[in-house]
């Protein structure tokens, strides 16, 4: 009886271990200078309704999408609405169907963690209006393998809710 008690103490033990292993480090969130301040977009936007990477650790946001347009745009060229905020060369992401609401940006290639961004599971718009390089996007599953779902180079997407894909995007490579 003795034996068997040490045996369950120490099969409890072993068990304990195992799942109480410490968390992996979480990601930090993405440090973007709006109005002459960093602040970190995996808090909230502050009021921002558009931000763009202009190279790795170059993050700008912008209260209107008109304004990221002028700062992401050659000078003279003139931004249409909708998908065409995009500018030539970028990914956008959009929270909203047909290219509206918050709109989200990178220039530069990588692997991107929309949680950093405060946009994880809040994207239905994706526009590439570039001619190289797709997107992959990822879902990240509690149980099983992740989702993952492709994005043609010069391929709009107004709404993801048709591919099943409306606010599941945890994370994308461009």
Known sequence: MKLFRTMAMLVAAIGITTTTAAPAMADTGV????HGKRIDLSKGWQGAQACAEFAVGDVRCYDTAAEADMATR?????????????????VC?????????????????GTKKLANWDFRDKTTSVFLNRVQRGMEAVNYRTLGLDDHS?????CAYDNLAASGWNDKIDEVKI
């Open 150 to 154: 492709f994005y043609c180079a010069s």
């Open 74 to 90: 050659p000078a003279g060229e003139v931004a249409a609405k909708g998908m065409w905020d995009c500018p030539g060369t970028w």
């Open 93 to 109: 992401l959009w929270q909203d169907e047909n290219y509206t609401g918050r709109r989200l940006q990178w220039s530069a290639a």
């Open 31 to 34: 440090i973007a200078t709006y």
